[in-house]
């Protein structure tokens, strides 16, 4: 992009001037990120007008990712940086007086994602359009993300995330493309003029869905692609009539139903009311999406829908969005007239369906009284779907019954969604290798046998533009000083650092680089936390969901462990360690918020401890997020990836601390697994049960935690002092976990997550650690090794398997911006 300084620095004034009647002298910090962001969102417009104008006058192929989640973080950075122009407006900015640390900072993250499903789904959005594919996101603009994170006494307290606060100057309200979306009513029937069956609703609730548009910018080329996110609102909302009776309340029921469907991110769902509106978010966003892209079909090309799988392909991320596969259909059957064969054939070529869990929990069913009410066509539908199905199983499995029930999509008072998915997709595609391996030989095993042509394997990966270029610039410049560039769009190009690995010069200078980095996040936790961390000790970090699998506990209980050893053993010398936790727990997920209370509840008396002398300091950092997250990764000398074997789908976060330089401490579950075969597991550390020696114990019922408790006193010790009043003076706090580990509770096994069966390997993996560690200059070249072999890492070389195999898009090359 060509960059005109003096026409950037005019825009910015003229925008001050115009949004907040001030001049440079006169505005804040907030501002100031308003005006620049708005005047680099002007120079973003051409190029995504030509973006959109150029699929319009050469119809091709398009994906649309349907997705819960689009954690997208900061856009200010990544924008400047795709756009190539980041150093020239730091440039303008610094020559008006501006600090664009400072006005960075005021742009709050985008509060439409949690985990690593949404992280996924923005790298994925960054891949398509730096590669030049035709590709959209779609789904939800929560007014209030999921929930900002407070820690008071030890406790997550949840508040609202009030991220749009203020407007967001990346999105454009497109009001002439809200469609509505209705709830509820009763079906009824009738016949066309024509004679034909036809299915309506009446008495439905409405809800208007408002598109928002965000732009999408790709890294060094012209294409702009669009994530469109729905905001929901009620049609007639306010009843004046109820107003001017003083009945206040009363007026506004409609409209704050409505405007609840769109307000935050996975509401609590312990109870049907929550459930409910869960489901209806769900509907809202993919009927939204599915009406948007059927309208712009019909305009352009009329009612031939044979032509539709030609042009569009659906991916849905997860199970969230797998309520469009009977809402396409109803679109085709009620809307246009269609028969159920060519409907149904046209959403078979339509639908993909990306599989992210092994747990049988998370694959989402319904209560059929809540999705029936809700949504009572869809249901009729997914009805339909079901009979058909089980005609097709009868004939394939004529006496096996116990397989066509449990293969039936609506049984057990539930509709399965996953089963809808697979069924009716033609691809269904697992994560990493592990996981796609043990989605067909144990949790979708039966489904695989059906129709083994439909699975596939899928790595995840993540962007290196906001990982290391944005994230992390020292080690960029560090990479690009050695192999040039080009590795911002080919990370596979990393490779070329290995001829380094014994060069002890460009040690050396990863050495300083990595202390600075963390020096970086020991002054960020200092004012924002009012921590005091030594850049000295190892830093030892765990940062994701906080889920049981994901075993938080083991972390804290080992930490737990090392502190009485301190303690007990004044010769007992390993280098000082600093061990941070990041974390949000879902709302309604009672233990996980305990492990939370428990990770700050020994921080707290760890931290203030003297005897430990430094050895050993925790941290649980506050509200993690994305923009935390850009300053964790580039610090971490250690990632931490212990969930149970055979639990984690795959994990990006490890792919984020490879690339940067952190030694991974893991199973050997997920992405863990082809991490270590890339680097080589000499280069990081491995440990625990493997997931069939795991199985194995599961068909035998051989797992007993109380061996482990016997044969290691250690292990008996901490885990007595979660409720000998060690930690809690009221021996209550910790009592549940405690119990979940020795007893089991709520009808579970004892230790469902094998914590304790492998404790006493991540220990002796932590001594490996602590010792390999001493060695600064050996840690160095593990940590080179890592980043060396992380180019099968990036979200580009899986959106190309996924163009190659699922797809089948063709690249869309966009001139320079210039609408014609």
């Known amino acids: 992009m060509k960059f005109d300084a003096e026409k950037f620095r005019e825009n910015l004034s003229a925008r001050l001037r115009r949004q907040y009647g001030k001049d440079i002298s006169q505005a804040n910090s907030h501002d100031l990120f308003d005006a620049v962001s708005a005047s680099v969102q002007e120079l973003i417009m051409p190029a995504w007008m030509a973006t959109r104008h150029e699929y319009e006058k050469k119809p091709t192929k398009q994906l649309y990712y349907l997705s819960a989640e689009f954690l997208m973080g900061r856009a200010l950075s990544n924008n400047l940086i795709n756009l190539g122009i980041k150093e020239e407006v730091q440039k303008v900015l610094k020559d008006m007086n501006i600090n664009f640390n400072l006005i960075e900072d005021e742009e709050p993250d985008a509060g439409l994602g949690n985990g690593g499903l949404g992280r996924l789904a923005a790298c994925?959005?960054?891949?398509?359009?730096?590669?030049?594919?035709?590709?959209?996101?779609?789904?939800?603009?929560?007014?209030?993300?999921?929930?900002?994170?407070?820690?008071?006494?030890?406790?997550?307290?949840?508040?609202?995330?009030?991220?749009?606060?203020?407007?967001?100057?990346?999105?454009?309200?497109?009001?002439?493309?809200a469609v509505t979306v209705k709830f509820g009513g009763e079906i009824k029937y009738g016949k066309t003029p024509d004679g034909q069956d036809r299915f309506y609703v009446e008495n439905a609730e409405e809800v208007t869905a408002t598109p928002y548009d965000m732009p999408i910018v790709g890294?060094?080329?012209?294409?702009?692609?669009?994530?469109?996110?729905?905001?929901?609102?009620?049609?007639?909302?306010?009843?004046?009539?109820?107003?001017?009776?003083?009945?206040?309340?009363?007026a506004v029921v409609r409209q704050n139903s409505a405007e609840n469907v769109s307000r935050v991110l996975y509401p609590n769902d312990s109870g049907p009311t929550g459930k409910s509106l869960r489901l209806k978010q769900q509907y809202f966003f993919s009927s939204a999406s599915l009406q948007d892209l059927v309208h712009h079909f019909v305009a352009d090309y009329g009612t031939d829908f044979t032509k539709f799988p030609d042009l569009h392909v659906i991916q849905l991320n997860d199970t969230h969005p797998v309520?469009?596969?009977?809402?396409?259909m109803r679109i085709f059957l009620d809307e246009y007239g269609l028969g159920w064969n060519s409907a149904w054939e046209i959403v078979q070529k339509t639908f993909a369906y990306t599989n992210h869990t092994i747990l049988a929990e998370a694959l989402e069913k319904w209560d059929i009284a809540i999705f029936q009410s809700l949504l009572p066509r869809i249901y009729q539908i997914v009805e339909e779907i079901n009979r058909r199905l089980m005609i097709e199983l009868r004939a394939k499995y004529p006496n096996d019954y116990k397989k066509q029930n449990h293969m039936s999509i609506i049984h057990d008072g539930k509709v399965y969604m996953a089963w809808l998915a697979i069924h009716a997709c033609f691809s269904v595609n697992g994560v990493a290798e592990l996981h796609t391996e043990l989605l067909k030989n144990q949790e979708l095993k039966d489904w695989y046998d059906l129709y083994p042509k439909k699975f596939n394997n899928k790595t995840n990966g993540i962007t290196q533009r906001r990982w290391l270029l944005n994230a992390n610039p020292e080690l960029a410049d560090f990479i690009t000083k050695r192999i040039g560039h080009g590795w911002e769009k080919d990370l596979t190009k990393l490779k070329g650092l290995e001829k380094y690995v014994d060069d002890d010069a460009s040690l050396e200078e990863l050495i300083a680089i990595k202390r600075r980095n963390k020096e970086a996040l020991v002054d960020y936790l200092k004012h924002k936390q009012n921590e005091f961390l030594d850049p000295d000790s190892i830093f030892d970090v765990q940062v994701k969901r906080l889920h049981e699998y994901k075993?938080?506990?083991?972390?804290?209980?080992?930490?737990?462990?090392?502190?009485?050893?301190?303690?007990?053993?004044?010769?007992?010398?390993?280098?000082?360690?600093?061990?941070?936790?990041?974390?949000?727990?879902?709302?309604?997920?009672?233990?996980?918020?305990?492990?939370?209370?428990?990770?700050?509840?020994?921080?707290?008396?760890?931290?203030?401890?003297?005897r430990i002398g430094g050895k050993l300091r925790v941290v649980f950092i506050e509200n993690y997020r994305v923009s935390v997250a850009e300053k964790i990764f580039p610090a971490a000398d250690v990632s931490e990836q212990i969930s149970t074997a055979g639990k984690e789908a795959s994990g990006t976060s490890n792919m984020k601390f490879?690339?940067?330089?952190?030694?991974?401490?893991?199973?050997?579950?997920?992405?863990?697994?082809?991490?270590?075969?890339?680097?080589?597991?000499?280069?990081?550390?491995?440990?625990?049960?493997?997931?069939?020696?795991?199985?194995?114990?599961?068909?035998?019922?051989?797992?007993?935690?109380?061996?482990?408790?016997?044969?290691?006193?250690?292990?008996?010790?901490?885990?007595?002092?979660?409720?000998?009043?060690?930690?809690?003076?009221?021996?209550?706090?910790?009592?549940?976990?405690?119990d979940s580990l020795v007893y089991g509770v709520e009808g579970q096994r004892p230790d469902v997550y094998y914590v304790l069966a492998d404790f006493d390997k991540y220990c002796k993996a932590?001594?490996?650690?602590?010792?390999?560690?001493?060695?600064?200059?050996?840690?160095?070249?593990?940590?080179?090794?890592?980043?060396?072999?992380?180019?099968?890492?990036?979200?580009?070389?899986?959106?190309?398997?996924?163009?190659?195999?699922?797809?089948?898009?063709?690249k869309v090359v966009v001139d320079n911006g210039e609408v014609k």
């Open 124 to 177: 994925f959005l960054d891949s398509l359009a730096t590669l030049d594919y035709p590709g959209h996101g779609y789904g939800i603009r929560y007014q209030y993300g999921m929930f900002e994170q407070r820690i008071e006494n030890g406790y997550q307290v949840e508040y609202p995330d009030n991220w749009l606060k203020h407007r967001d100057p990346w999105e454009i309200k497109r009001s002439d493309l």
């Open 219 to 250: 890294f060094d080329t012209n294409t702009v692609n669009t994530l469109r996110l729905w905001q929901a609102s009620s049609p007639n909302g306010f009843d004046l009539q109820l107003f001017n009776d003083m009945r206040y309340n009363e």
């Open 323 to 328: 309520v469009a596969i009977p809402e396409l």
């Open 551 to 610: 075993r938080q506990l083991l972390n804290v209980l080992h930490i737990m462990y090392l502190y009485n050893r301190i303690i007990e053993d004044p010769s007992y010398n390993a280098p000082n360690r600093t061990f941070i936790f990041g974390a949000k727990s879902a709302s309604g997920y009672r233990r996980a918020k305990s492990i939370i209370k428990l990770i700050n509840t020994v921080a707290e008396r760890v931290n203030n401890d003297r």
């Open 658 to 738: 490879m690339v940067n330089g952190a030694l991974t401490m893991g199973t050997l579950d997920g992405a863990n697994i082809e991490i270590f075969e890339e680097a080589g597991k000499e280069n990081g550390f491995v440990f625990g049960l493997t997931t069939p020696e795991i199985l194995k114990m599961e068909e035998e019922h051989s797992y007993n935690p109380q061996q482990y408790l016997e044969r290691n006193p250690r292990l008996e010790k901490v885990v007595e002092q979660l409720v000998d009043g060690t930690y809690d003076p009221t021996r209550q706090v910790f009592k549940e976990i405690h």
């Open 766 to 810: 932590q001594e490996e650690l602590a010792k390999a560690y001493t060695d600064k200059k050996g840690w160095a070249r593990k940590a080179l090794i890592n980043i060396a072999n992380a180019g099968k890492f990036s979200s580009d070389r899986t959106i190309e398997d996924y163009v190659r195999d699922i797809w089948h898009l063709k």
